[in-house]
């Protein structure tokens, strides 16, 4: 199910080193996945998306990497800077043609300087 | 281009006073639209989503009611506000018919006293 009632775990991270945050979908049936970004006070962005044919996918200094067998789901931020602080968010679209897309608990990303 | 607004951006209501708020999408024809909820430090948790005009699916039971009474608008209401449903709502919307990313409005803060 949604973990919306947990307060959102932290991770902390110096500035220049890489980030990996990790996430764990509840359906095996998923076949699509999303992690966006959420600054304070604002909606969620799109960062990158992966389909479940998939097991890694790379952008612009981020990486997904998917494993279908352990339901894990991890973003991977090269050179974290302090525009990287934000809570990041895995969201998983139960089902192929099914409409619904439900988001995990969310980890905020801390950058020390 | 596309684009999704969503209003008031705040809003502060007393126990007991109706709500509405307003999402419209611009660009796009026939999106499936979300209404999302979040507490203040926690995730997301869906709401409601609509596939077509006067189509809407509840996720969950609770006082507020969503409608979809054009295309490209989406209504969330309570008739009668509880101290609970105060929040960081977010209106989104992906294109309808087809897995893909969703784009969130900038969101609106509802405070109930």
């Known amino acids: 199910g949604e973990n919306v009632g947990l307060h959102l775990p932290t991770l902390s991270v110096q500035e220049g080193d890489n980030s990996i945050i990790n996430c764990a979908y509840s359906?095996?049936?998923?076949?699509?996945f999303i992690w966006y970004k959420q600054e304070s006070g604002k909606g969620p962005q799109f960062i990158i998306d992966?389909?479940?044919?998939?097991d890694k996918r790379q952008g612009q200094r981020v990486t997904v990497l998917l494993n279908k067998t352990v339901k894990h789901l991890s973003l991977q931020i090269a050179a974290t800077q302090p525009g990287d602080s934000a809570v990041y968010f895995c969201a998983e679209n139960l089902e192929a043609g099914d409409d619904k897309i439900i988001f995990g608990k969310g980890t905020r990303l801390h950058i020390l300087p | 281009s596309q684009t999704i607004h969503q209003w008031p951006a705040t809003l502060v209501q007393p126990v007991g006073s109706p709500l509405s708020l307003e999402c419209t999408v611009e660009?796009?024809?026939?999106?499936?639209l979300y209404w999302y909820r979040q507490a203040a430090g926690r995730g997301l948790q869906l709401l409601f989503y609509?596939?077509?005009?006067?189509?809407i699916s509840s996720e969950v039971p609770q006082n507020l009611s969503a409608s979809r009474p054009q295309d490209r608008q989406f209504i969330l209401s309570s008739k009668k506000l509880l101290l609970s449903d105060s929040g960081f709502y977010l209106c989104a919307w992906r294109a309808g018919g087809r897995t893909g990313e969703l784009f969130f409005g900038e969101g609106s803060r509802l405070t109930v006293l």
């Open positions: 660009g796009t024809s026939n999106p499936n």
């Open positions: 992966i389909r479940s044919n998939m």
């Open positions: 359906n095996s049936a998923s076949d699509y």
């Open positions: 609509s596939v077509g005009i006067g189509q």
